[in-house]
């Protein structure tokens, strides 16, 4: 009875050891929007904003051993009804991407609203403070916006686990390391 209790408690012990480096590996890393600022200019909105990316010690060994890593800035435009549930008007999804490459040891950005769609960077650090950091965004509208009435831009940003290469899905579909996403915020849509 006496060694049971011992084992039981190993096994107590070991278990929450392991839950604590399992959580700690997913806190190590994460994505957050900071501030959107979004304005109508015609038929599109101009967005501008700041995005905090922290990547897991997982995801930096991947990015390290030269696989890019692809994250989508989601949007969604609805307008803002008082007595019923605020209405979709338009869902948008900009890829964004950073890779390393080791023969000349630079860390390239790719994005929309880049001047040259790329820039290079000498630590992964600048890259990720660049590839937070984005102006005039152009997001294309469906249709015209009216005047008088109030208008929510929703936005995430999230790790496309999709566009990994295909041997390496499994373990980032099932890894908490992996699962990179900002929570939903909504900004105002400045006229």
């Not at 604590?20 to 909105?45: C, H, P, V």
Request: proline residues 5%; glycine residues 4%; hydrophobic residues 45%.
């Amino acid at each position: 009875m006496l060694a049971c209790k011992k084992t039981n408690k190993l096994f107590l012990a070991c278990l929450s050891l392991l839950i604590t480096l399992w959580s700690s590996a997913a806190i190590s890393g994460g994505f957050s929007i900071d501030q959107i600022k979004a304005r109508l200019d015609g038929q599109s909105i101009q967005v501008d904003g700041n995005l905090t990316l922290k990547l897991t010690d997982d995801v930096k060994k991947a990015l390290s051993k030269s696989i890019p890593l692809q994250l989508n800035l989601e949007f969604v435009l609805r307008r803002v009804r008082n007595y019923i549930w605020d209405k979709e008007l338009a869902v948008w999804t900009v890829p964004i991407a950073i890779s390393y490459k080791p023969v000349s040891g630079e860390y390239v950005v790719s994005r929309p609203d880049l001047l040259n769609q790329e820039e290079a960077f000498d630590n992964e650090h600048a890259a990720l403070e660049r590839l937070g950091v984005f102006n005039d965004l152009s997001l294309p509208l469906p249709q015209t916006l009216r005047d008088d009435k109030k208008y929510i831009l929703e936005a995430r940003v999230k790790l496309d686990l999709g566009q990994l290469p295909a041997m390496m899905r499994p373990l980032a579909y099932f890894s908490s390391s992996w699962h990179l996403n900002s929570k939903w915020t909504e900004w105002p849509l400045i006229y």
